[in-house]
T-cell receptor, first 113, second 113 residues
Framework: GENVEQHPSTLSVQEGDSAVIKCTYS??????FPWYKQELGKRPQLIID?????GEKKDQRIAVTLNKTAKHFSLHITETQPEDSAVYFC????????????FGSGTRLSIRP | EAQVTQNPRYLITVTGKKLTVTCSQN?????MSWYRQDPGLGLRQIYY???????DKGDVPEGYKVSRKEKRNFPLILESPSPNQTSLYFC????????????FGSGTRLTVV
């Protein structure tokens, strides 16, 4: 079955610097890769996603890149701000089996003032 | 407002006492799923449903039951809760296409003593 590995498990960056979180997946048939942000005590919320037919997607300060050959994808946050502090989860699925979204183990991102 | 509603938010119970966590969505989503979240383990899928009367096991189904008698509701049942089921539980739903990811409920923090 699908397995998603996420690194690092914790990340601390200076406010204003960039943060990068990396994930690898095992199922080459996966073609949808969402990223979720979970603030303390809150539910996970979708922040950006990418389909396998594109290599990069950007939304303001966040971007996701996908390398299908290597089966890895990354989340990039630029100009980090205190409100970016949260746990971030990557995930992978085949929308033909959309109910089987597999999540990575999460990255706790802390932004230092 | 489009949402997934879980109840209760917090529950403390004793070993062996049957309980049900309710989940309802108002987005007419076909797919629904239950996850448990434990420190360092991320989000692990318990059960999922692709439509009414169609359910299947996720990665950690032992000790849980579900039913999908109506499209909007997907209750999680613990017939005989044990302390190792102490966790944070999330219900989630998504459209049939799979793209767009899951919308999560606000979570149920369960403690079994």
């Amino acid at each position: 079955g699908e397995n998603v590995e996420q690194h690092p498990s914790t990340l601390s960056v200076q406010e204003g610097d960039s943060a990068v979180i990396k994930c690898t997946y095992s199922d080459s048939a996966s073609n949808y890769f969402p990223w979720y942000k979970q603030e303390l005590g809150k539910r996970p919320q979708l922040i950006i996603d990418i389909r396998s037919n594109v290599g990069e997607k950007k939304d303001q300060r966040i971007a996701v890149t996908l390398n299908k050959t290597a089966k890895h994808f990354s989340l990039h946050i630029t100009e980090t701000q205190p409100e970016d502090s949260a746990v971030y989860f990557c995930a992978a699925s085949r929308p033909s089996s959309a109910s089987k979204i597999i999540f990575g183990s999460g990255t706790r991102l802390s932004i230092r003032p | 407002e489009a949402q997934v509603t879980q109840n209760p938010r917090y529950l403390i119970t004793v070993t062996g006492k049957k309980l049900t966590v309710t989940c309802s969505q108002n987005m007419n989503h076909e797919y629904m799923s239950w996850y448990r979240q434990d420190p360092g383990l991320g989000l692990r899928q318990i059960y999922y449903s692709m439509n009414v009367e169609v359910t299947d096991k996720g990665d950690v189904p032992e000790g849980y039951k579900v039913s999908r008698k109506e499209k909007r509701n997907f209750p999680l049942i613990l017939e005989s809760p044990s302390p190792n089921q102490t966790s944070l539980y999330f219900c989630a739903s998504s459209a049939k296409t799979g793209f767009g990811g899951y919308t999560f409920g606000s979570g149920t923090r369960l403690t079994v003593v």
